[in-house]
Every structure is written in C-alpha cells, then in structure tokens.
C-alpha cells in the first residue's frame, strides 16, 4: 500500500466507512498522549477539549499547503494503536522527504517507533541535517532500530565539531550501545573527555552495557583496559550487557485524573526492532568481528 492509501483512507473515514472499534481506539490513544484541541463552544468544562479523530488526522497528515497541520496529524497517527501499518508506514517514509523539517522529525519519530531496519538508510538521510530536532529525532530513533549502517554517521555525532548540540551528541551515545564493534568501544571513550556531562554519562553507560565493566568516567582507566583487552570480539564483550532503548516516562496529567480510563502513555523499554537474539540466554548477540 502506498500514500494514496492513506488518502484514500482519510476519504473513506469522512464517509463513515471506518469501523466503531478503529475510532474508539483512536479516540482513547488521542487522549492519552495529549492530543487534544480547544472547543470554543464553551457549554460544558469537558466540551473545552476535543480529540482529533481519525478523519482530521490523516487529512491534516497529507495536507499540501500546512506542514505544522502535516506534522501534528502524522504524530497523531503514530501514536495511536493501529499507528504501525503499512498505509501509515508509507506516509512516514514519505515525510522523511517532506520539505519542512518538523514534519521529517516527526517521520523520523514515528519509523522509530514503527520501523524496522531497512527503514534506518532512509532515516539516516536526516543525520545531518542543519535542523538541529531533526538530528536528534533522527538520533533518537535509530536507538530503537538496528543496522549496522549507522554506527558509522552515528560516531560522526559523537564529534563536537561535527555534532555542536550535546544532546543529540548524548543520544548517539546511548544508541551506539547496541553495537559490539570496538570502533564503537574506542568512540565511546573518546566520548567521556566531552565537555558536557551528560555525553559522558551517555558514553559510560554504553560502554557498561557493551563490556561489563565498571571504569565510572575514569578514561585513563578505560584506556588502560581497552589496551589489556586487545581487539577481539571476546576479549572486549565477554561481559557484554543487554541494551534497551531508552524511553519517556511521565505522572499522570490532569485530564487523565478526570477519564481515569485514559492510560498514561509510558511505554516499556525493550531490545531494538532487528537486533540478533542469543539463542540460549535471550539476549542479543553481538556479531563477531575479525
């Protein structure tokens, strides 16, 4: 299915061809991740917000002339349950060329949530774009997909002077922590000597999660056992963690004490879609090196 798909979904929803059941699970997930707009009828305290239904979701996500309207009904999309299907996974892939970077933040976000490892080239087209939310959706979203494409434009990000924003350069910590290579090693101690201090508590928690061990941001020490440990894959990651992508989490807001049906939306933190399972433990696999 491609982006007339989803045209032509929006189309059919205005009809009335979408099934009860589809709305409601709209309806609630719009509610519970705050997407919600003002009424200006005023007649009752619960008429002043309004969710967004299906229908002006997807005309707002394929609207030609707003990209603000095109952002917010492609993140209104995402989130809701039925967010992952294929009409949708079209529309996202097709936002990240969209010519307004809020909007390829948003794809960039709603593939990685969505996504799945050949979705990480595309995304990766947006690494280093002058946009500085864009670099670190595009970031933020390769912590949740794995290829190995990305170490490299992810190290790059490490780098003050080619990553000036130090949370997206934080982000590429966290999400290098998923590769067993030591170029990702030898990065992430270079990492620790940054000027900012939540890079290096990025770095050293990957490097806790890829070896095992526990240096603190002591890079001397690091340096040390990078050096007694020689290249090879089991000398580095015999200890080796597992990583899980990091995820948001917040209290409930006061909408939510009101309809206390409606869930916070805290997801649970979990391996990255495409990341290799360990047969016998479960957990992932690093790949073996030269």
């Not at 707009?37 to 005023?42: E, F, M, T, V, Y």
Request: glycine letters at 8%; charged letters at 20%.
């Amino acid at each position: 299915m491609n982006i007339a798909a989803v045209k032509g979904f929006a189309r059919s929803v205005v009809r009335g061809a979408a099934p009860a059941m589809l709305l409601g699970a709209f309806l609630l997930s719009a509610c519970t991740s705050g997407g919600v707009q003002k009424k200006g009828s005023g007649e009752s305290i619960l008429e002043l917000f309004t969710p967004m239904t299906p229908a002006e979701a997807s005309r707002w996500a394929v609207d030609p002339h707003d990209p603000d309207k095109r952002a917010r009904g492609m993140l209104m999309l995402a989130n809701a349950p039925w967010g992952g299907e294929a009409p949708y996974l079209a529309l996202y892939e097709e936002g990240l060329t969209d010519g307004d970077p809020g909007v390829r933040a948003v794809a960039a976000r709603a593939l990685g949530m969505h996504g799945a490892p050949e979705h990480v080239p595309l995304i990766l087209e947006n690494i280093a774009s002058e946009d500085r939310l864009l670099r670190w959706e595009t970031v933020r979203a390769l912590q949740r997909l794995h290829n190995p494409v990305a170490v490299k434009p992810l190290i790059e990000r490490l780098t003050p002077d080619k990553e000036p924003d130090p949370d997206v350069r934080a982000s590429a910590a966290n999400a290098l922590g998923q590769y067993a290579e030591p170029q990702v090693v030898d990065a992430l101690i270079a990492a620790l000597e940054d000027r900012n201090l939540a890079v290096c508590r990025a770095a050293e928690q990957s490097l806790h999660t890829l070896t095992g061990q526990q240096f603190g941001l002591d890079i001397g020490a690091w340096v040390e056992w990078r050096k007694a440990s020689g290249a090879s894959a089991s000398g580095l990651f015999a200890s080796r963690g597992e990583y899980q992508y990091p995820v948001y989490r917040r209290d409930k807001k006061l909408i939510e004490y009101i309809w206390p049906w409606a869930e916070v939306p805290n997801e649970v933190q979990a391996a990255p879609v495409g990341m290799p399972v360990r047969a016998e433990s479960g957990q992932s696999q690093p790949p073996t090196q030269p």
